[in-house]
């Protein structure tokens, strides 16, 4: 159980585009959801955590304009990079948890990444 | 900001011999996990660890936590060539789940 399905998996485009990546509970409600960035070889950066029906908390550094995140259902949360450059170009990654998986022992369950490339 | 920092970076062993990775950081913790993470892959959750626990075993795995020095350490027995990918650990310091990764440590099981 708890499985997260992340989509796309891989995303190339022109610089201007904007990109939407879903990230869905599939077996469980996700009250929360945090979405990550990785660049190669290097660790991940919390951006933000969305929990359902508000709006989301940016970490320190990340443009909320830049990324918007909805978390509009229990099971869906989305990431848009808008207006997207090169600079953007990064593994995006998701991740879900409720209440129920905090107090047990595997509390956040991750997507398997959205490769970003904007040409 | 990161907190959490990995050592070593990389390490490249011969299969059947154990692996070990240490992970240290700087502030008070509710729980420290370690995920494990495959090229270009999503994070496989590995074990947890809470702040008043000190050892913890699930099958080859074996992850201890010294809340005085601030570490933790995985280690790996018996490895397999299919142990190798990059290990994380990571920091929840309130138990909300708002987690601070290590930079992780580059595992190679070599056949």
């Known amino acids: 159980g708890a499985v997260v399905s992340q989509h796309p998996s891989r995303v190339i485009c022109k610089s201007g585009t904007s990109v939407k990546i879903e990230c869905r509970s599939l077996?469980?409600?996700?009250?929360?959801m945090f979405w990550y960035r990785q660049f190669p070889k290097q660790s991940l950066m919390l951006m933000a955590t969305?929990?359902?029906?508000?709006?989301?908390?940016?970490e320190q550094g990340v443009e909320k304009d830049k990324f918007l995140i909805n978390h509009a259902s229990l099971t869906l949360s989305t990431l848009t990079v808008t207006s997207a450059h090169p600079e953007d170009s990064s593994f995006y990654i998701c991740s879900a948890s409720n209440r129920e998986l905090i107090v047990g022992n595997q509390p956040q369950h991750f997507g398997d990444g959205t490769r970003l490339s904007i040409l | 900001s990161q907190q959490g920092e990995e050592d070593p970076q990389a390490l490249s062993i011969q299969e059947g011999e154990n692996a070990t990775m240490n992970c240290s950081y700087k502030?008070?913790?509710?729980?420290l996990q370690w995920y494990r993470q495959n090229s270009g892959r999503g994070l496989v959750h590995l074990i947890l660890i809470r702040s008043n626990e000190r050892e913890k075993h699930s099958g080859r795995l074996r992850v201890t936590l010294d809340t005085s020095k601030k570490s933790s350490s995985l280690l790996i027995t018996a490895s397999r060539a299919a142990d190798t990918a990059s290990y994380f650990c990571a920091t929840d310091a309130s138990g909300a789940q708002k987690l601070v990764f290590g930079q992780g440590t580059r595992l190679t099981i070599n056949p």
């Open positions: 077996d469980f409600q996700a009250t929360t």
């Open positions: 969305s929990n359902e029906g508000s709006k989301a908390t940016y």
């Open positions: 502030t008070s913790i509710n729980n």
